[in-house]
């Protein structure tokens, strides 16, 4: 919130009224009339993310083929501004989307990974979460401030020498998270947000701010004709699936000691990578704490901690775990193909993965629980 409070002081405007319902109706109307588009970028990390998320800049275009309701959309991250805790960001990198396939591009190591268009594939999206600002290509890219219970309405900012409008809308359906729209005075089309997520059990004391500007309206439909024809395509995974080898790990523990796979001997694994800044890594540590008490003969778990920028323990004592946190583990995340946080194993004796998970619900637990009891 500290860069809006920047902007709002910085272009004070008298006599300033606007209703956030109707200008975001008529920006909503403007933006369903455009088939494609393109623009640049920039996106960071506000608040305590800002030491998380890398700054980056880049360019998106976004359009749809004739007769199909699917954006394609070419993606790219061309430069880093400033370095973040995250550290498995490739820059420069590409993103696209086409009809059915999703596609990574791997710039530095001259790699294309390839997925269908389904539920798993948006985790090659998951970073930069908001630097595809989607509202430009679903049906309705308004509908949920539409029908936003409360909006604050700020005063006027200038953003690259265009005058916008700027609302706080809360979004009470939404995972209590909130944003900041500045939109256009001239055109009402966006020209940035910033998402929010400072309430609730699960809150991030920070947000991420994207920026964008030299929008253009008369540009060709993107496709994947756009990927490099001389770069080796490989399938993406998002995590080893169960009847996979578990990959063994040595790593260092919170004091410097080295552990290995192999020192847990045949007990069964709970194995959780995690970030100590991710509220959802938190609920699976907590996964992790009860079910070592509730099979402590049986189940080993063990923490990995990753894409840290401080000492992860800062944040942990509190917790009260009794498992071993190792420590610096990016490269065992990647021989597991964990992309994001949090990522959960159950890993039997032999060592084969019997559960991968990117989330933490009762179904996960009732899994693992099922499979343990399997096991025992």
Not at 189 to 213: C, D, F, H, K, N
Request: charged fraction near 15%; glycine fraction near 4%.
């Amino acid at each position: 919130m500290f860069t809006v409070l920047i902007f709002i002081l910085s272009y004070p405007v008298d006599n300033y009224t606007a209703d956030p319902y109707i200008i975001f109706e008529q920006s909503d109307s403007a933006l369903s009339s455009i088939n494609t588009i393109e623009y640049s970028f920039t996106f960071s990390g506000t608040g305590t993310l800002s030491n998380i998320i890398p700054a980056l800049e880049g360019m998106t275009s976004l359009g749809f083929l004739p007769e199909t309701d699917h954006p394609l959309m070419y993606h790219s991250l061309e430069s880093m501004i400033k370095e973040g805790a995250i550290r498995n960001i490739t820059v420069p990198s590409s993103f696209v989307a086409s009809v059915d396939s999703v596609y990574f591009v791997d710039h530095d190591k001259s790699l294309v990974y390839t997925a269908e268009y389904n539920n798993t594939a948006h985790d090659m999206f998951d970073f930069p979460p908001a630097s595809v600002m989607m509202e430009y290509v679903v049906s309705s890219p308004f509908m949920d401030e539409i029908l936003a219970d409360s909006i604050a309405v700020l005063f006027p900012v200038e953003l690259n020498g265009v005058p916008c409008h700027v609302f706080h809308v809360f979004y009470d359906d939404n995972e209590r998270t909130e944003a900041v729209w500045f939109l256009s005075m001239n055109d009402l089309l966006p020209r940035a947000v910033e998402r929010i997520s400072y309430y609730g059990p699960t809150s991030a004391p920070g947000g991420q701010l994207l920026e964008i500007s030299n929008l253009n309206f008369n540009c060709p439909v993107p496709s994947s004709a756009l990927l490099p024809d001389n770069y080796t395509a490989v399938p993406w995974l998002s995590l080893l699936e169960p009847s996979t080898q578990a990959p063994s790990f040595f790593l260092a523990d919170k004091d410097g000691f080295a552990r290995r796979s192999s020192d847990f001997g045949d007990r069964t694994l709970l194995l959780c990578f995690f970030a100590s800044w991710d509220p959802s890594s938190i609920s699976a540590l907590g996964l992790l704490k009860s079910m070592t008490d509730e099979y402590p003969d049986f189940v080993q778990a063990v923490g990995i901690s990753i894409l840290e920028n401080t000492d992860p323990w800062f944040r942990l004592n509190s917790l009260g775990i009794n498992f071993p946190v190792l420590v610096f583990g990016e490269d065992a995340a990647e021989d597991y193909n964990v992309h994001s946080v949090p990522a959960i194993f159950l890993i039997s004796g032999n060592r084969e993965v019997l559960y991968s998970s990117q989330t933490v619900t009762d179904e996960t637990v009732s899994e693992i629980r099922r499979l343990i009891e399997e096991n025992i």
